[in-house]
């Protein structure tokens, strides 16, 4: 199966949808939850990273729903890509495994932030702004 110029290019435009509301999402919850006291360079970098999440996210949404109305494949995706985010970002820093309540932070700030993003999309499909893949 050859994916078309069109199919690229809806791709790309959820990609675009789902970086720009994840990447939203967590710049908010950066200026709310001052806990990591991040520098400048610091949360420049990871609003970057969190922008290419948002983005893969999106791409990868828009071809796992297709044209399903399944409930439990969009949520799936959310949890899916919540708890790799979450679990990462848990990884490589070791206070937050020490403390309970900062490890549940970051992964609900990534399963928050790609549910609001699967919102985004789904208006964005719904308004026919975005084409489901086929």
């Given at each position: 199966?050859?994916?078309?110029?069109?199919?690229?290019?809806?791709?790309?435009?959820?990609?675009?949808?789902?970086?720009?509301?994840?990447?939203?999402?967590?710049?908010?919850?950066?200026?709310?939850?001052?806990a990591?006291?991040?520098n400048a360079?610091?949360?420049?970098?990871?609003?970057?990273?969190?922008?290419?999440?948002?983005?893969?996210?999106?791409?990868?949404?828009?071809?796992?729903?297709?044209?399903?109305?399944?409930?439990?494949?969009?949520?799936?995706?959310?949890?899916?890509?919540?708890?790799?985010?979450?679990?990462?970002?848990?990884?490589?820093?070791?206070?937050?495994?020490?403390?309970?309540?900062?490890?549940?932070?970051?992964?609900?700030?990534?399963?928050?932030?790609?549910?609001?993003?699967?919102?985004?999309?789904?208006?964005?499909?719904?308004?026919?702004?975005?084409?489901?893949?086929?």
């Amino acid at each position: 199966m050859e994916i078309t110029l069109k199919e690229r290019i809806e791709s790309l435009k959820a990609g675009g949808i789902a970086g720009t509301a994840f990447g939203i999402t967590y710049g908010l919850s950066v200026l709310v939850n001052r806990a990591f006291s991040l520098n400048a360079e610091e949360t420049l970098i990871k609003l970057v990273i969190a922008l290419l999440s948002g983005f893969l996210f999106g791409v990868t949404y828009r071809y796992i729903i297709r044209t399903d109305s399944n409930s439990h494949l969009k949520e799936g995706a959310i949890l899916a890509f919540g708890l790799v985010r979450g679990g990462g970002l848990a990884e490589m820093t070791d206070p937050l495994l020490d403390n309970g309540v900062f490890l549940a932070i970051v992964l609900l700030e990534g399963i928050i932030g790609f549910a609001i993003a699967r919102f985004c999309l789904d208006i964005a499909l719904t308004r026919q702004w975005l084409k489901p893949f086929s």
